[in-house]
């Protein structure tokens, strides 16, 4: 890492401070590959549906592989959509995180600021983050994963400045692997007065770290979202009783359980939201942009049931496509809809 080395959207003083939501997260420009059949995943062996970390080489394999078929670019990481999510939504946002320099980089800064949203990049001269993303054609999704510069994200790059003029700090579970860097991070939010939302992000994730990742949730955590497996990780319980010992730990907790919707709980409150009809196509990003949604909902003071209606909104728009971004027209239809539950 080079220290003191960032990217800076130039964006107005008065706009830092208006910014409600700062996203913390692994820096990942994704490569999304549609095959024309699962051949290439066993030539690869990769198993179907998984996410596999890989190194540079194995990275470079891949691709080299599949440069016949159609590739599309986009910057990554779960926090990284989310707040991506937020900003389409017009919410003053920003994402730290580490780059590499390189085009994956320069794509990926250049991706945050065209959707207003300010870089607080880290500089490395490890290659940047990638995943390449192999899309079945019956939608499922199997992941190659280089983390390269975005793994290098450390408590020594993160600062109190970094916090200031934030309501939310949204980060990642997948950044649970350097403990230190994820309680610094979390104690300066609350120092500046944040409020902490906790993706758990993957189940094998929580189970790797549970001891962990329990103590942060009684200290820090004040909105955490997780899915089906995740929650039994954390909990070794179904959906609804997770939700019990999640919402005890938290202000408000939240699980998700795909095609059934997602289980909303603040204190005594709690709902059982329903999903949106949806022809799924890829379901890449659909819990990150629940979480855009969701949060966009909280910032606006929606009901809690209101704010989990808006997050399947976003995800059940979100399947309909290939990748984690939602098109244009989409935005518009999403904006229309919004104003309807005013």
Known sequence: MLESSY??????????????????????????????????????????????????????MV????????????????????????????????????????????????????????????????????????????????FATYLGAAVELSSEGVHPAHFEGYSIFHIEGYLVYNHELMLKAMKLAKEC???????????????????????????FVDIVFANEEEAKAFTGKNPEEALEELAELCEIAVVKVGSKGSFVRRGTEKHSIGVIQAKSIDTTGAGDLYAAGFLYGLINEKPLNQCGEIGALLAGTVIEVIGAKIPDAAWTVIREKLKMMR
């Open 63 to 142: 691709l080299d592989g599949t440069t016949h078929l159609p590739h599309t670019l986009a910057s990554g990481g779960s926090a990284a959509n989310t707040i991506h999510g937020l900003a389409r939504l017009g919410i003053s946002t920003a994402f730290l995180g580490e780059v590499g320099q390189d085009d994956y980089g320069k794509f990926f800064q250049k991706d945050l600021e065209a959707s207003n949203i300010r870089p607080i990049l880290l500089q490395s001269t490890t290659e940047s983050g990638r995943v390449v993303a192999l899309i079945s054609p019956d939608s499922e999704r199997t």
């Open 193 to 219: 007065g944040l409020k902490i939302s906790l993706d758990l992000a993957s189940y094998n994730v929580v189970e790797a770290n549970l001891g962990f990742l329990k103590e942060v949730m009684r200290q």
């Open 7 to 60: 990217f800076w959207a130039f964006l107005p003083t008065t706009t830092l401070i208006m910014t409600a939501i700062l996203g913390m997260g692994n820096a990942l420009v994704d490569i999304l590959v549609s095959l024309e059949n699962d051949d290439l995943l066993s030539q690869f062996q990769l198993p179907k549906g998984s996410m596999q970390l890989v190194d540079r080489e194995f990275s470079g």
